[in-house]
Nanobody
């Protein structure tokens, strides 16, 4: 059974850090680009970061310099390190698998066709 499971969310104070994990089972992540997305209450889903199979990364402007995406193919897991968190980072965070395509560099507008169930991140004092 193919499965993506996010974990690591929680409640954190402004300025704090969290590390999200996206673990795959039933398939290997190393042949796919992976994206992190988020959806805040009352808002649409937005791209946060993505990483290609070759390790090239892309970040949304609001998180550039604060978040870092990485992958550990031995653990079949992709991570999102989130630092200097702000209340506006509050959202449900999802990881997703990008449909294979010739272009290596990932974009948030690419087709992501397999999603995890999400993990809640709340930034509040």
């Amino acid at each position: 059974q193919l499965q993506l499971v996010e974990s690591g969310g929680g409640l954190v104070q402004p300025g704090g850090s969290l590390r999200l994990s996206c673990a795959a089972s039933g398939f290997t992540l190393d042949t796919y680009a992976i994206g992190w997305f988020r959806q805040a209450p009352g808002k649409g889903r937005e791209g946060v970061s993505c990483i290609s199979t070759r390790g090239s990364t892309n970040y949304a402007d609001p998180v550039e310099g604060r978040f870092a995406i990485s992958r550990d193919n031995r653990k079949n897991t992709v991570y999102l390190q989130m630092n200097s968190l702000k209340p506006e980072d509050t959202a449900v965070y999802y990881c997703a698998v990008r449909r294979p395509m010739l272009r290596s560099i990932c974009e948030f507008s690419d087709e992501y066709y397999y999603w995890g169930q999400g993990t809640q991140v709340t930034v509040s004092s």
